[in-house]
C-alpha cells in the first residue's frame, strides 16, 4: 500500500520560507516520479512541481525561481523549498506520486501567507 504523508506547512509571511517533506512508504521510490500539487479554495488542483525517476525537475510559471523540489532516494522522500513566498501560494499542498499511470496522492498540508 502506497502511503505519502505530507509536512512542513504553516502560517508564514510574505516572503518568508517553508520547506515541505513528503516521506513515502510503500513504494520503489527511485521509480516513482514525485511531485507537489496546490490547490486554493475555489480553485482547481495545479501542478507546483515534479521530479522524474531520473531528478529532471519542473516548475509551474508562477513558481519558477522561487520554489524548488528535491528527491532523497536514501530517505525515500521529497521535498519542497519555497521561499519569497506570496499571498497568492496560499494552499493545501499534496504530494503526489506516479509510476506507469498509476497515481497516488498525500492527505496534504496547509500553507497560509500572511500579507
Known amino acids: 500500500q502506497v502511503q505519502l504523508v505530507e509536512s512542513g506547512g504553516g502560517l508564514v509571511q510574505t516572503g518568508g520560507s517553508l520547506r515541505l517533506s513528503c516521506t513515502t512508504a510503500?513504494?520503489?521510490?527511485?521509480?516513482?516520479?514525485m511531485g507537489w500539487y496546490r490547490q486554493a479554495p475555489g480553485k482547481q488542483r495545479e501542478l507546483v512541481a515534479s521530479?522524474?525517476?531520473?531528478?529532471?525537475?519542473s516548475y509551474g510559471d508562477s513558481v519558477k525561481g522561487r520554489f524548488t523540489i528535491s528527491g532523497d532516494n536514501a530517505k525515500s522522500a521529497v521535498y519542497l523549498q519555497m521561499d519569497s513566498l506570496e499571498p497568492e501560494d496560499t494552499a493545501v499542498y499534496y504530494c503526489?506520486?506516479?509510476?506507469?499511470?498509476?497515481?497516488?496522492w498525500g492527505q496534504g498540508t496547509q500553507v497560509t501567507v500572511s500579507s
Open positions: 503526489h506520486a506516479e509510476k506507469f499511470g498509476r497515481l497516488s
Open positions: 510503500g513504494i520503489i521510490f527511485r521509480t516513482y516520479n
Open positions: 521530479i522524474t525517476n531520473y531528478g529532471r525537475t
